[in-house]
T-cell receptor, first 113, second 111 residues
Framework: ETGVTQTPRHLVMGMTNKKSLKCEQHLGHNAMYWYKQSAKKPLELMFVYSLEERVENNSVPSRFSPECPNSSHLFLHLHTLQPEDSALYLC????????????FGPGTRLTVT | GQSLEQPSEVTAVEGAIVQINCTYQTSGFYGLSWYQQHDGGAPTFLSYNGLDGLEETGRFSSFLSRSDSYGYLLLQELQMKDSASYFCAVRSSTGRRALTFGSGTRLQVQP
């Protein structure tokens, strides 16, 4: 595997379910990000990790819980989501936090029913 | 905070040149990036400007004027495959350290 991978690619879940999104980067980068992309809206930054430490939480509801066990892996744990949380969730990485060059994974298309 | 403005849609014909503008407001500027996203795909990095001037990468060029808080992406010799959304993104040197993305410009290339 090369670049940034995300699993699953598609996820349908009910509002009472608990699920997790997984991201893995094979680039040796030190910073990882979660973004939310809804239709007709700009990319919304959710969480930022640098060297496994969360450095930014962009006022995201607590029903989204990130985890970064090491610099190559990033998870987004989901529980009791709302239908408005349906979106494309993108993971990205960069060599260091300050770089303007980020590499994105293919995303997880999430539908909350 | 940061905010960016770019046109929502641009249409051009194959072989033409198109310029996508981006104006930004930020407290402490560090650099301007451009990303391309095809429908159903992930954003891919195109270019980064940290200093004033023009950066050229093949058919794509990006320009920055920090005094005007303005940049643009120039696409030359347009091809059908260039039909996509293009996002500018700014990184601030103060406060928030991650990128803030614009709303994106949807480019439609016609034959």
């Amino acid at each position: 595997e090369t670049g940034v991978t995300q699993t699953p690619r598609h996820l349908v879940m009910g509002m009472t379910n608990k699920k997790s999104l997984k991201c893995e980067q094979h680039l040796g980068h030190n910073a990882m990000y979660w973004y939310k992309q809804s239709a007709k809206k700009p990319l919304e930054l959710m969480f930022v990790y640098s060297l496994e430490e969360r450095v930014e939480n962009n006022s995201v509801p607590s029903r989204f819980s990130p985890e970064c066990p090491n610099s190559s892996h990033l998870f987004l744990h989901l529980h009791t989501l709302q239908p408005e949380d349906s979106a494309l969730y993108l993971c990205a990485s960069s060599q260091v936090l300050e770089r303007g060059e980020q590499y994105f994974g293919p995303g997880t298309r999430l539908t909350v029913t | 905070g940061q905010s960016l403005e770019q046109p929502s849609e641009v249409t051009a014909v194959e072989g033409a040149i198109v310029q996508i503008n981006c104006t930004y407001q930020t407290s402490g500027f560090y650099g301007l990036s451009w990303y391309q996203q095809h429908d159903g795909g992930a954003p891919t990095f195109l270019s980064y400007n940290g200093l004033d001037g023009l950066e050229e990468t093949g058919r794509f060029s990006s320009f920055l004027s920090r005094s005007d808080s303005y940049g643009y992406l120039l696409l030359q010799e347009l091809q059908m495959k260039d039909s996509a959304s293009y996002f500018c993104a700014v990184r601030s040197s103060t406060g928030r350290r991650a990128l803030t993305f614009g709303s994106g410009t949807r480019l439609q290339v016609q034959p």
